[in-house]
């Protein structure tokens, strides 16, 4: 007699939301300990220190796609279990390690926790709840995300104060989110996946998963040129504190966040795979528009069109994907969008420093970044008009 498929109770998603807000947790936290770090490691160039932000994202894009594979074959719970122990243990060994090779080490190890984190999370919200239910919850997971960088940019900011080796402390967060999932999550039985997706073991369609694939890596190349780029144009450029940055960036993810709890209606009334370009519409009009002339208050309105541009895109693509998977693929499906949305944030920092090397002016790096933006945009649209334009079938949200 084969046991009854577990039902997820209200725990268990709040324990799939909390774990959510680690995701993006990558640098966040250390963020703002990075000058402080400088200073104990004078003997060390710049490059190296930012490494410690950007490591964990390489790490996540190197290794996301063959850890969902395990999962797949391991184990959603499981792999989920020991990428927690290893964020948590990576991240915390930040506290004690006194060595900067040694903590690039244990940052890139915290890259590995948080791809097993991006890919059985999403799995697990993609089995264990169908139509409306999941398009809800897979929305509440976008906001989470959001909201976690928040919440943990902030703490770790309280946290630096007391020195650069506090913030590390954050990452015990982890460990706490694994007590809650050994309590509440069990792994889903394959009975429990959507009718509406593929039974045959296959990934759905997979130019479907190509485009929210290339989606979302678009989405993070450009629009993550706001986080590593603005504090410097606001202290340079506005003559800002650092401390109103934070109040800017905080807007972007408040308004960011709404718009992803406004997912399940948006999606009612318009064609999700037009929201793609949409969204990179938008993330190209508030680059561009800092070619206005400098001021908070334009600086606070781009910043608030880039949040409605991520809004609409993050939930839209997790949703899609969630769709072209079965219990055997929701892994490495779910792995690949984790590879695709850290190398995006990845190689934007690369790209925002070579534009900073042709033109040094920090102020043209946003209008530069949006024209390259308007150009994705147009292949999106003549894509999503050539290809998929009438392929949103309601039926598999109903």
Not at 338 to 361: D, K, M, W, Y
Not at 389 to 396: F, P, T
Request: charged share 10%.
């Amino acid at each position: 007699m084969n046991p009854e498929p577990f039902v997820p109770s209200k725990l268990s998603l709040i324990t799939l939301l909390v774990g959510s807000m680690l995701i993006l947790m990558g640098g966040a936290a250390v963020a703002p300990a990075l000058p402080q770090i400088s200073l104990a490691f004078p003997e060390y160039d710049g490059i190296w220190i930012t490494m410690i932000i950007t490591l964990p994202s390489l790490a996540i894009a190197v290794t996301g796609f063959a850890v969902g594979m395990m999962a797949d074959r391991f184990g959603k719970v499981r792999t989920l279990c020991v990428s927690l122990a290893v964020f948590a243990g990576a991240g915390m060994s930040g506290y004690v390690i006194d060595d900067l090779p040694l903590l690039l080490v244990s940052r890139f190890f915290v890259g590995v926790g948080i791809a097993g984190l991006t890919s059985c999370i999403t799995a697990l919200l993609s089995e264990y709840y169908h139509g409306t239910a999941r398009v809800k919850v897979l929305s509440y997971q976008s906001a989470a995300m959001g909201i976690g960088v928040l919440v943990l940019e902030t703490g770790g900011g309280a946290l630096a104060g007391f020195g650069w080796h506090s913030p590390f402390l954050i990452y015990g967060l982890g460990f706490v989110i694994l007590a809650l999932v050994i309590v509440s999550l069990r792994e889903p039985k394959p009975m429990e996946i959507s009718s509406a997706r593929p039974a045959d073991g296959r990934t759905g369609d997979r130019s479907i998963v190509l485009y929210c694939y290339i989606g979302i890596f678009c989405t993070m190349l450009f629009s993550f040129t706001l986080p590593t780029r603005l504090p410097t144009y606001m202290a340079e450029v506005l003559g800002e504190a650092s401390l109103m940055s934070g109040i800017v960036l905080g807007i972007h993810g408040t308004v960011q966040a709404c718009v992803t709890l406004m997912h399940r209606r948006i999606a009612d009334h318009v064609d999700r795979f037009a929201i793609i370009p949409l969204g990179l519409c938008l993330i190209a009009i508030s680059l561009v528009m800092f070619a206005l002339p400098a001021g908070l208050a334009v600086t606070i309105v781009n910043a608030c069109i880039m949040g409605v541009g991520i809004g609409l895109i993050s939930p839209t693509v997790v949703n899609l994907l969630a769709e072209q998977v079965t219990s055997d693929t929701s892994g490495k499906v779910m792995g690949g969008y984790s590879t695709l949305l850290n190398l995006g944030q990845f190689i934007c920092t690369f790209a925002v420093a070579g534009l900073l090397l042709i033109e040094p002016g920090v102020a043209q790096t946003f209008p530069v970044m949006g024209l390259f933006a308007f150009a994705v945009t147009v292949l999106f649209a003549v894509l999503y008009v050539t290809k998929y334009r009438g392929k949103d079938s309601r039926a598999l949200r109903a």
